[in-house]
């Protein structure tokens, strides 16, 4: 049905690009990949480019192939954003950009009307970093779009996702998480978030989601939070990853946690604290009524954890992180 259709992916490697990519291909798109990463495929219909897609100059190169339609997973500040929107929005049919749930402002049941941090928090100091804050440049983008004069975009807001290499607890990336259970050493956790539920999907659901998405005029100038409605606290998730991999976890005061991430200790603050410590519980019917899928077609929290973590390849090479070094000198002097 999508025979000749073609699909360009900027940013395709990630931990949603992964299970996205394959997925389009099967269902008849052609599919290019521009990546940082070196990527290849045994998919004819599927072709990797190790390229930079912020280079403007290559880009207008690229988009001479006429795609049908754009996934644009690439991280911007808002004035890349505002330089680049409308040759995206000229040059396709579809254009599918990347915001996040984190836009929210704290909401009993979040749905794609709740109000936004950027336009509802009385915190000064927060909205000043707006150029470096994630949720903040997030849904100015989202508002970039909305002005553009075009309706041939789509705004997606995806929730945690986990996938392959992508593993979150609270903060901490699969750096601090994975690493330390494997290595038997125990994480540290803020005591606040405990109790404060969180939503977690696995990026294959969210590759359907999206591949139903993608050139679905239904969906031309509207926004979907792409999501599970599924939640658990904070704690009940540590507790999946210690049963699955043995994770040992030590509740901490805010201060003391947020001290293990140095220069970036203001940014993991805002993040604790304008959406970790937010009850994030999502109503994802807009986006399964676009999509024809049905909550019960998700893999739940364990289920997705259990998959991914177990077939992790032994010899699995985590990034390094001064987290971890910080959490050791800790536990070190705690010890003493």
């Known amino acids: ?10 940013g395709g490697t990630g931990a949603m690009g992964v299970y996205l990519v394959p997925k389009l291909a099967q269902m008849g798109y052609r599919v290019d990949v521009i990546s940082l990463d070196k990527a290849g495929s045994d998919n004819e219909k599927v072709t990797y480019i190790q390229a930079d897609a912020k280079d403007d100059v290559y880009l207008k190169e690229v988009l001479k192939h006429q795609y049908d339609a754009i996934v644009d997973f690439l991280l911007y500040y808002t004035k890349e954003f505002y330089a680049r929107y409308e040759m995206m929005l000229k040059s396709t049919g579809h254009y599918m950009f990347f915001s996040s749930y984190r836009v929210y402002a704290d909401s009993p049941v979040i749905t794609e009307e709740s109000p936004r941090l950027l336009d509802v928090s009385a915190d000064k100091r927060f909205l000043a970093e707006e150029e ?6 997030k849904a100015r983008q989202e508002d970039i779009l909305r ?3 075009f309706d041939n975009w789509t705004i997606v807001r995806p929730a945690i996702t986990y996938s392959k290499y992508r593993f979150q ?8 998480v994975v690493y330390r259970a494997l290595k038997g050493l125990p994480v ?6 405990l ?7 696995w990026a294959g659901d969210v590759a359907d989601m999206l591949s139903r998405l993608v050139l679905n005029t239904a969906a031309y100038g509207e926004t979907y939070t792409v999501a599970t409605a599924e939640h658990h606290t ?5 507790d999946y990853y210690k049963e699955i991999i043995g994770l040992e976890y030590i509740p901490v005061d805010t201060e003391t946690y947020l001290s293990f991430f140095g220069e970036w200790s203001v940014y993991a603050g805002y993040q604790l604290k304008y959406d970790r410590c937010f009850n994030r519980v999502i109503d994802n019917s807009k986006v399964l009524g676009a999509t024809g899928l049905k909550q019960s077609d998700f893999m739940t929290l364990k289920q997705g954890l259990k998959k991914e973590l177990l077939s992790l390849p032994e010899n699995t090479v985590w990034s390094e992180t001064p987290i971890n070094a910080k959490v050791d000198e800790f536990l070190k002097r705690k010890s003493n």
């Open 1 to 10: 049905m999508n025979n000749g259709k073609k699909i360009l992916v900027m």
């Open 132 to 137: 470096k804050e994630y949720s903040l440049y």
């Open 147 to 149: 002005a553009s004069g």
């Open 169 to 176: 607890l609270v903060t901490l990336e699969a750096n601090v």
């Open 188 to 193: 540290l956790i803020p005591r606040e978030a």
């Open 195 to 201: 109790p404060i539920q969180g939503t977690m999907s």
């Open 234 to 238: 904070w704690q009940e998730i540590a």
